[in-house]
């Protein structure tokens, strides 16, 4: 990205954290505004590790929106995931508008008991308020040596167009793929695949309006439909009162792909599509539909762990093309990024944490 030369300079300034204070900032402003203190701790350390991974899109950012919706009545803090259905590995589940990291988080160790007594689960969540960074919940299902998938699907302000679309028409519909790699002493870092379907995210054009960046070229169109680099044009209202919209990655195939987010995470979840004009309100739901297998269960456990080392290093055997440091698998940005954060701390643009003073205002706390 570039600096936008336009951007006032105060944009550009920035504050520096450690991830415990920074923890313990955001969670003063979920405490104030009703979360229980465990509640206010999970859902910041959640959003905080999102900036820890590198997904500042994703991280402290979204607090303030968070306020907002609380304030709106339209996300309900310390609610419960509701079971509608348990059919054994069949479960569907609400999450009644309370936070996404909190009944997420539910909901995935309700399918983990089902993946023990049954060696796999399909689950479904309706009704979660913003979920927050999805490979948080497929980290969770490696870390136990199994397999999930998840669709969602994104029910707020429609940000992406669909492909030969000139208006945003859905959400930045994520999908996420975690796989464990190798087994026992012989396991590797695991493979996470977590990402948007539209080009980038929305939390990033957030981000790099910010701090003043424009975005490269095929990333945006704006307002009338037309390409544009600013971010600025998802992020506020236009001349028009319009906004433009995200271009799905891959052109007809992510646009595919955020299609079947829709249905799979919205539609079969029953959490809704989305199919309206914007109202206005902060609210972001998700519908998620995952699916997590234990590949023991499958009787596969040895020749899948065998068979992922194998394929794995023979990936890494790709001589590097100029200029890059080599093949790179999905989930060593993050962990990278985690690490490096852990040691220089957390950087907020200015911007950002206005919002989030001002957000902590609006619940009566100064930061």
Same mark, same amino acid.
């Not at 308020?129 to 299902?141: D, P, S, V, Y």
């Not at 030969?164 to 999908?175: E, I, K, M, Q, V």
């Given at each position: 990205?570039?600096?936008?030369p336009?951007?006032?300079v =105060?944009?550009?300034m920035?504050?520096?954290?450690?991830?415990?204070?920074?923890?313990h900032? #955001?969670?003063?402003?979920f405490?104030?505004?009703?979360? $229980?203190?465990?509640?206010?701790?999970?859902?910041?350390?959640?959003?905080v590790?999102a900036?820890?991974?590198g997904?500042? $899109?994703?991280?402290?950012?979204? &607090?303030?929106?968070?306020?907002d &919706? @609380?304030?709106?009545?339209?996300?309900?803090?310390? $609610?419960q995931v509701?079971?509608?259905?348990?059919?054994?590995m069949?479960?569907?589940?609400?999450?009644?508008?309370?936070?996404?990291q909190?009944?997420?988080?539910?909901?995935?160790?309700?399918?983990?008991?089902?993946?023990?007594?049954?060696?796999?689960?399909?689950?479904?969540?309706a009704?979660?308020?913003?979920?927050?960074?999805?490979?948080?919940? !497929?980290?969770?299902?490696?870390?136990?040596?199994w397999?999930?998938?998840?669709f969602?699907?994104?029910? +707020?302000r429609?940000?992406?167009?669909p492909?030969?679309?000139?208006?945003?028409?859905?959400?930045?519909?994520?999908?996420c #793929?975690?796989?464990p790699?190798?087994?026992g002493?012989? +396991?590797?870092?695991p493979?996470?695949?977590?990402?948007?379907?539209?080009?980038?995210?929305?939390g990033?054009?957030?981000?790099?309006?910010?701090e003043? =960046?424009?975005?490269?070229?095929g990333?945006?169109?704006?307002?009338?439909?037309?390409?544009?680099?600013?971010?600025?044009?998802?992020?506020?209202?236009?001349?028009n009162? &319009?906004?433009g919209?995200?271009?799905?990655?891959?052109?007809? /195939?992510?646009?595919?792909?955020?299609?079947?987010?829709?249905?799979?995470?919205?539609?079969l979840?029953?959490g809704?599509?989305?199919?309206r004009?914007?109202?206005?309100?902060?609210?972001?739901?998700?519908?998620?539909?995952?699916?997590? @297998?234990?590949?023991?269960?499958?009787?596969?456990?040895?020749s899948f762990?065998?068979?992922?080392? +194998?394929?794995?290093?023979?990936?890494?055997?790709?001589?590097a093309?100029?200029?890059?440091?080599?093949?790179?698998? !999905?989930?060593?940005?993050?962990?990278? !990024?985690r690490?490096?954060?852990? /040691?220089?701390?957390?950087?907020?643009?200015?911007?950002?944490?206005?919002?989030? /003073?001002?957000?902590?205002?609006?619940?009566g706390?100064t930061?």
């Open positions: 990205m570039t600096i936008d336009q951007h006032s =105060k944009s550009l920035s504050h520096t954290f450690s991830a415990t204070d920074l923890e900032h #955001i969670a003063q402003l405490l104030a505004a009703g979360s $229980s203190a465990a509640e206010a701790q999970q859902v910041a350390s959640n959003l590790m900036n820890l991974s997904h500042d $899109s994703h991280g402290v950012g979204m &607090a303030p929106r968070y306020i &919706a @609380i304030l709106e009545k339209n996300l309900i803090p310390n $609610s509701a079971i509608r259905v348990d059919s054994g069949l479960l569907g589940l609400d999450g009644q508008q309370g936070f996404g909190t009944v997420g988080v539910q909901a995935m160790h309700l399918a983990f008991e089902r993946v023990a007594q049954h060696g796999a689960c399909i689950m479904s969540l009704h979660a308020h913003h979920l927050g960074r999805i490979g948080h919940f !497929a980290e969770m299902a490696v870390a136990r040596g397999v999930s998938l998840h969602v699907n994104v029910m +707020a429609a940000t992406v167009a492909w030969h679309g000139g208006d945003g028409r859905f959400g930045t519909n994520p999908c #793929i975690g796989i790699i190798g087994l002493d012989h +396991a590797q870092a493979f996470v695949l977590d990402f948007a379907t539209s080009r980038v995210a929305q990033k054009m957030r981000v790099a309006h910010n003043g =960046k424009q975005v490269p070229d990333t945006l169109i704006d307002e009338h439909g037309k390409p544009t680099q600013d971010p600025g044009v998802v992020v506020v209202p236009q001349s009162g &319009a906004f919209a995200l271009m799905p990655f891959g052109e007809h /195939k992510g646009f595919g792909l955020a299609v079947a987010c829709e249905l799979l995470g919205g539609a979840s029953g809704g599509t989305w199919h004009q914007a109202d206005g309100t902060r609210a972001v739901y998700n519908g998620m539909l995952s699916i997590v @297998i234990d590949p023991k269960a499958l009787g596969t456990q040895m762990a065998q068979e992922t080392l +194998a394929f794995i290093d023979w990936l890494r055997q790709s001589p093309t100029e200029g890059t440091a080599g093949v790179q698998l !999905a989930g060593e940005p993050e962990r990278a !990024a690490q490096a954060r852990q /040691k220089n701390g957390i950087v907020v643009d200015d911007a950002t944490w206005q919002e989030i /003073k001002q957000a902590a205002t609006q619940v706390v930061l």
